[in-house]
Structure formats: C-alpha cells, structure tokens
C-alpha cells in the first residue's frame, strides 16, 4: 500500500489528461458531452481534497482555500451548462459569472500566492519581475477588451463590470504565477503541477476574453484547455511533495535565460502592440492604454536594473571585506594592513608595531593547532581591547600581528607597547588548558628616508626579531646598525617579505619520468629565490624562516597559483604532463580555510584538480589534527596526495594508514647506494613491494646516474625524479636550446 500511494497522483494525471483531450472530438453542446465534461471537473476537485486529508500538510489552511475555489470553478461550468439546457442560450451576465469571479480570489490569494510561499524574506526582484509579466498582460487586454469595453456605451453597466472583471482577474492570475515562477526555491513536483495548471488556465482566458469580445470563440480544444488546468491541480494536491513548504535555501538573485527572455518579451509588447494597431487602423491606436502601460514597464525596469546595482554593490563590498580580513580572527590580513599603512604614509607619519608570539610553536607541538587556533582568537580580542581609537591590529600571518598607529610619539609607542607585553603574558584559557605566551615587539616610524610600505615593514621585521634574539621580554626600536647587527634569520625574516612585494622568487619544474623510456609523465614545482644583493639564496635557508614567520602562507598560496597557471599554459600548447605537484608545508595545512583557498585558485585558473598533486612530509601530519582533515579534505575535492622524502620522518606506516595518499616518494637516502650496496637494494625493494600491495604510485627521487635508474627498473620502479632526467628549469618543455639556456641560468 505504501508504494502505490505515491503513483496516485501520476495514474490519475494521465487517465484525466487522456478523457480531457478526447473531448474536442465529442459532438456539441448534447447533455452526454456536458455530463462527460462536468465529471472530470467535479473528480478533479475531489481529488484535490482528497489530496489535502490523504497528505496532511503542514500548510493545510491554503491548500483547503484553493480547493474551494477549484470547486467554485467547477461549480460555474455547471450552472452555466444547466443554465444553457434550460432556456436554450446563455445570458451574460449570469449567476455563472458570478461563481467564476467569485473563484479567483480562493486560488489566487491563499492559494497560489501563500502556497509557493517558503520562509524567505521578501524578493523585491522577484516582485517586479512579476509586475512586468502582469503589466504586459494587463496591456493586451486593455487594448483588445477593457479599452472597447469601456467605449461602447450602448452596453448595459453591468455587462460592462462582468466583461472587465474577467481580464482584471486574468491579471491577477498573470501575477501570481509570475511570482510563483520567479521564486528560486519551488522546485517541488507539486508546485511545478500547480504553476502548469495556472499556466494553462491563463492562456485559455486570455484566449477566450479576446476571442469572445471579437465573437470568434467556439470552445472546442480551449474547453479542453480549462479542463487540463483542473487536472493539473488536482495531481498537484495528490503529490507527496505537497507536504512541506517550499525550501528557502536557494539563491533567490539568480536570474535565468528564460526569465530574461520573458522579461524582454513583455516590455516589447507596448512598441509591438503600438506597430500592430498602426498597421490595421492607425486611427484606432489606444495612444492612452499604451502610453501608460509603456510608462509602467519603463519604471519597473527602471527598479530592476537599480536593484541589480545594489546587489553587484552589496556583494562587491563583501567580497572586499572578505579579501582584507582575516578569517580566523576576524582582524584586518596583511593585504588591508598595507592598504591602511600606504594611506597613513601618504597623510602623515605613522608609526608600525610587529608582534610574534613566543612559545607559540611549543603551544602548537603539544596541544594541536585547534588549541593554537583558539589561542590566537584570544590573543587578537586582547591586542584590539588595547589599542588606542586611532590605532589598527591585523594578523600579518601565524602567529604574527601589526599594529599601525597613523600618528603619534616615540613615547606613545613605548607605552603602547608596554601594555601589550602585560595583556599577552596574562595566561591564557583554551583547549582546558591555562596557556602562557609572550610576545617580541618591533617598532618602527616613517622618516624622510622610509616613504615606503614594504621599507617600514622591513624595519619592524628587523626590529622584531632583534627583541626576539634579545629574549622577547621587551621590545625594540629599528636602527639602522641593526640592519648589520641582526642575525642571518632575522635580514632574511625582514628581505622574505620585500621578495613577496617585489616579485624576487620564480618557480622551476623537474621532470618526473616513467621508466624505462624515461618520458615524462609529471612535474615537481620548486620555488627559487634570486636575491638582488645575495643571488640565488637556497630554499634550505629560507624555507624554515617562511614557517617561522608565518610568510608561508602567502609564499605558498603564490606558488600554488603559479604552478597552476603554468600548467594551463603547458595544456594550451599542448605540452602539459599528466600532473604538476605543490609542496605543502604544515603551517599552510593547519590554516584555517586552507582547502577553500586551493579550491579558489583552481577553479579561478580553470585547472581540474585531477591535475594537481599535493606532496606533504611524514613530519607534516604527524601531529594529526587539523592537518589530516586538511589532507583529507583535499583528496575529496579530487586533488592526488603524495608523501614526500618516504622512509624518514617519524613513522612512516602509521601515516599510511591516516592519510589518503596515492603515491610514495621514496626518499634520495634510499637510492644513492642502490648498485653499490645490497642493503639498500633490499629496502629499496621492500618499499616497491609496499607500495604495489597498496595499490600506490611509487616515485623514486634523487636518481642521477643511468646505472641507479636501470637497477630501480629491475627492482621494479616504474617512476623516477632526478638530475640524470632533467634539472629543475623554468619550462621543461620549451625547446632543447633553450632548456639549456635554463639551465645555465640556474647555475
């Protein structure tokens, strides 16, 4: 029994639609023919009742009022009928009329309007959506039935009513399927039911009230029109989805081809009437009626396109808002940090305060980044509750914050400062802990020689991590002998960030080949650092500092894009690998909306994440946490996980098991010895055999001598990375000549 109530409404709907169609095709106006008619509209009544008590839903009220208007339809096709059979015609008006104006309200008002209706606020754009649709309507009949309506005076005044209260109901009608039509979230089998009945129903009264005012009307397939619209609302009570209102959870902005296609078509109907009626009698032209309705459709065009404006302004602030702030704490990011900092240069000379927690690593290491995360909540309310009116915090990064104070004394500063150090070593309480961390302070002032963001910034890294090397208790002014007094880590700190702004680093590629042809099948993006001072500076040396300083985050969401765009240039030459890989390191994966950040970047550079391969250390998820889901959430957006430098981190099959990973990198220790020694030849077999019983990709790095590449062959290694297959080089693909030109700049 509870399979066959769902098909109710689907036999019902077709057995009707079938008994409706055949009726054109009955002989005319003979009591059988009107019984046969009247019958399928009393059953489509019944059927909406019985749909109301056989579903119970939660909106009963306007579902019992617009089967009460279906009923007073009904019940005007059979008064006019028994009306036609008693005296021979039919008089207009009648008591028919009556039931059939009377009607319009129960299936417009409680029905279609409050039944399509979910818990959304009001849509404005939607709302004059639907006056457009009513007033183009409204415009047709006015010119072809209220306008002569109201010109024959020899009309009696009440037949003139009747004959204006049909198109006047007719646009109602217009109206409110227009709004049913326009709201994104009735998507429901039973709505559309209703929104097709409505449909047809209107087009046959806007067919038979210009057909009739023209005495052209002779039933027939309209009549079978009207009873479909029956049909359809008696299927659309039957339906099980009538149960619960409408979802809310949709776009309700969104605008289609289709409804703009509508849209475009009803504000031409004024000019096309106004062609129509100068082509058949230009005398005739309803100057006033078109004028108006043309008047009308201008105006609400008018609001529809001030609202899309709106909208586009609205959401572009959002978007800016969302791009120069941070999402963890809510804080001003590093991008509208600059942005403050380059007006307050431009308008005075302010004065920059960098924070860096100490002891945050440690916090991170024990308790996991969720309580770090948490932490750094606190820590960012407790530095903005400090600041003075005037001043801005941002979080640049990590666990990295700046202060902008546009004006101000040396004094002020130091007292700025001073509360800041007693606010942050106040323990704090997260993750049911009671966590105490300090911070190092840098301060810096624009002079005549600073005029710059990135200079000012430089100076308060400087500065910075001069405090921190000092012990981190207090905090220090830039000077310009710490420039040469700071250590290695602190210039390179301080330089990371101009490198950023200046555009000093650059990607190179190595070739990830398949053995024994030795084609390539992939790609390892590297990132480069040419410094213009120093040269080339070794990602060993500015690596570690990036993670330190929170600068990896940006670095990598760089290298991330730029890998990416590289690769799309690759796939329009027709030259790409079947995959590029991006290192990731464990400050990028424990931060927050990280997997939303690399989804942004492909589908703004329009690469398939099938493309990409994330390659991450044993050491990066370890710690398990907020990493692994990082990881994890990556493998669901499709993206290939690679674990790198295999065999050395802190226990290599225990991550095996945690994280999803589709290919083993195996580490250059293993391989070095491959033909020299057989105990690495036996681990080196051991990890082929691993990775073939896990149904992984193994990658064997490192590989510099044909002789290493031939024994991984027969140890049964089918891909390989390394010098004797190609040094990293900007473009492995661009011609041999020019690869070696590459090369040689590499040194």
């Known amino acids: 029994m509870r399979n066959k109530r769902p098909r109710l409404w689907a036999v019902w709907l077709v057995l009707a639609a079938v008994a409706a169609l055949c009726f054109p095709f009955l002989p005319d106006d003979t009591p059988p ?10 059953s489509s009544v019944l059927m909406a009742f019985l749909g109301v008590l056989r579903n119970r839903p939660e909106h009963r009220g306007p579902w019992l009022l617009f089967a009460s208007g279906m009923a007073l339809m009904v019940s005007g096709d059979i008064t006019y009928d028994i009306t036609e059979l008693r005296l021979g015609e039919y008089p207009y008006p009648s008591w028919a009329d009556a039931l059939y104006l009377c009607a319009y309200p129960f299936l417009l008002v409680p029905g279609m309007i409050r039944l399509s209706r979910g818990n959304r606020d009001r849509d404005r754009g939607g709302l004059i959506d639907a006056a457009v649709v009513s007033t183009g309507i409204g415009l047709i009949y006015w010119v072809f039935v209220v306008g002569p309506t109201l010109a024959d005076n020899g009309t009696p005044v009440l037949d003139r009513f009747v004959t204006i209260g049909y198109p006047l109901c007719d646009v109602l009608l217009t109206a409110a399927v227009a709004r049913m039509f326009t709201r994104p979230e009735n998507r429901t089998p039973s709505l559309r039911l209703l929104g097709l009945g409505s449909c047809i129903m209107l087009t046959g009264d806007l067919f038979y009230t210009t057909a009739s005012s023209t005495a052209e009307y002779t039933g027939g397939f309209v009549d079978s029109g009207f009873l479909m619209a029956y049909i359809c609302w008696g299927a659309s009570a039957l339906h099980p989805s009538m149960r619960q209102r409408p979802q809310t959870d949709l ?37 006033a009626g078109i004028g108006t309705g043309a008047m009308v459709l201008f105006l609400l065009v008018v609001a529809r396109t001030w609202g899309f404006v709106k909208q586009v302004q609205r959401q572009a602030g959002r978007l800016e808002d969302l791009a120069m702030h941070d999402e963890l704490t809510g804080l001003a990011n590093r991008r509208g940090f600059e942005r403050q900092l380059t007006t307050a240069l431009a308008a005075g000379s302010p004065h920059v305060l960098l924070l860096d927690l100490n002891g945050f690593k440690a916090v991170n290491d024990r308790f996991g980044h969720a309580v770090g995360d948490e932490l750094l909540v606190v820590i960012a309310h407790r530095i903005a509750g400090t600041l003075p009116p005037d001043a801005m915090v941002a979080r640049m990064g990590g666990d990295e914050f700046a202060v902008l104070l546009p004006a101000g004394s040396q004094d002020r500063c130091d007292e700025l400062a001073d509360r800041l150090h007693t606010t942050i070593r106040f323990p704090v309480h997260a993750g049911g802990q009671d966590l105490l961390v300090g911070a190092s302070i840098g301060i810096t002032g624009s002079d005549d020689r600073c005029v710059d963001q990135d200079e000012m910034l430089r100076r308060a890294d400087v500065a910075m991590y001069a405090a921190k090397a000092a012990g981190g208790r207090r905090h220090r002014w830039y000077a310009s002998e710490l420039d040469s007094q700071a250590g290695e880590e602190a210039r390179l700190g301080a330089d990371l960030r101009t490198a950023l702004s200046t555009g000093q680093f650059h990607l190179v590629y190595q070739p990830i080949v398949a053995l024994p042809a030795g084609d390539v099948v992939g790609v390892e993006s590297l990132v480069r650092w040419r410094h213009p001072d120093r040269g080339p500076v070794s990602p060993a040396d500015f690596i570690p500092v990036a993670e330190r300083n929170g600068l990896i985050i940006e670095l990598g969401q760089w290298i991330l894009r730029t890998a990416c765009e590289q690769y799309r240039t690759w796939q329009s030459r027709g030259v790409a690998p079947a995959h590029v890989g991006v290192n990731v390191s464990a400050r990028q994966l424990a931060e927050p909306g990280f997997v939303d950040s690399v989804a942004a970047v492909l589908a703004e550079t329009g690469m398939s994440p099938h493309d990409l391969v994330v390659e991450i250390t044993e050491t990066t998820v370890f710690g398990g946490g907020v990493a692994v889901r990082a990881v994890q959430e990556l493998h669901e957006l499709g993206i290939a996980i690679a674990l790198d430098d295999f065999g050395t981190g802190h226990s290599s099959l225990g991550v095996l098991q945690a994280v999803p990973v589709k290919i ?8 070095d010895n491959v033909t020299v020694s057989d105990r690495h030849a036996v681990i080196a077999s051991s990890l082929i055999q691993l990775t073939g019983g896990l149904g992984l990709i193994a990658i064997a790095e490192g590989v510099e001598t044909a002789e290493q590449a031939e024994a991984l062959h027969r140890l049964g290694y089918r891909r390989a990375q390394g010098y004797h297959f190609g040094r990293p080089v900007a473009d492995p693909f661009a011609p041999r000549s020019d690869v070696a030109a590459q090369v040689a700049y590499r040194g």
């Open 33 to 42: 023919t009107k019984v046969y008619v009247n019958t399928i509209g009393v």
């Open 251 to 287: 776009d309700p902005h969104r605008v289609g081809g289709r409804r703009l296609t509508v849209l475009a078509a009803c504000t031409l109907l004024a000019p096309g009437l106004l062609f129509l009626q100068g082509v058949r009698n230009p005398a005739e032209i309803a100057w």
């Open 664 to 671: 083993l990198k195996v580490d250059k220790s293993f391989i």
